[in-house]
């Protein structure tokens, strides 16, 4: 079955990076587009970006370009978000969601989620 | 950027109601919009894509309609376990973007 599998929690100072993983299991990795996404405590969800699995290709939101950087390493089906110059807004759970290969591509396996606590 | 307004924002109803939410968008999307529960503490779970079509596995109690930039997902009888917040999303181009959610709590 497919499985995406998160790194855990992480506590960071402002001013510092954070690197999520998300690993795949169960489907051929190459195939789905990935997807970050984060929630901030008590808000909706947020799209950050999006990575394709093999040849690395990004695409991210404007409100986090120049401070995220999706990588992927296919030795290991595992995509990576690195978030740099934190600051206490950061403060969200991070998922990652594979892209459906259906019409119109939506989120159909979700990562259980990372929190991401930024706290001086 | 398309932004989707999502209304109403909170829903208070009862077991057995039936319960419209309603997802306009900015512009037109096409049928590029999905919507998904999610529950406190959980990752959001598919609902519906391309407007209209059940994901499988979904109860046949959800269901999505469009007409021209509104959209709109209908329980038909509501059941305890829905009591959740439901998302849309518009997938139709970067950047993709979600409504503001819909709270739905008990009566």
């Known amino acids: 079955q497919v499985q995406l599998v998160q790194s855990g929690a992480e506590v960071k100072k402002p001013g510092a990076s954070v690197k999520v993983s998300c690993k795949a299991s169960?489907?051929?990795?190459?195939?789905?587009?990935m997807h970050w996404v984060r929630q901030a405590p008590g808000q909706g969800l947020e799209w950050m970006g999006i990575?394709?699995?093999?040849?690395?290709?990004?695409n991210y939101a404007q409100t986090f370009q120049g401070r995220v950087t999706m990588t992927t390493d296919t030795s290991t089906n595992t995509v990576y978000m690195e978030l740099s110059s934190l600051r206490s807004e950061d403060t969200a759970l991070y998922f990652c969601?594979?892209?459906?290969?259906?019409?119109?591509?939506?989120?159909?396996?979700w990562g259980q989620g990372t929190l991401v606590t930024v706290s001086s | 950027d398309i932004q989707l307004t999502q209304s109403p924002s909170f829903l208070s109803a009862s077991v057995g109601d039936r319960v419209t939410i309603t997802c306009r968008a900015s512009?037109?999307?096409?049928?590029?919009l999905a919507w998904y529960q999610q529950k406190p503490g959980k990752a959001p779970n598919l609902l519906i894509y391309?407007?209209?079509t059940l994901q499988s596995g979904v109860p046949s109690r959800f269901s999505g309609s469009a007409s021209g930039t509104e959209f709109t997902l209908t329980i038909s009888s509501l059941q305890p376990e829905d009591f959740a917040t439901y998302y849309c999303?518009?997938?139709?181009?970067?950047?993709?973007?979600f409504g503001g959610g819909t709270k739905v709590e008990i009566k």
């Open positions: 969601a594979r892209a459906s290969t259906v019409t119109t591509g939506p989120f159909d396996y």
């Open positions: 169960g489907y051929t990795f190459s195939h789905n587009y």
């Open positions: 999303q518009r997938l139709n181009s970067y950047p993709l973007t």
């Open positions: 391309a407007a209209s």
């Open positions: 512009q037109g999307i096409s049928s590029y």
């Open positions: 990575i394709h699995p093999t040849d690395g290709s990004t």
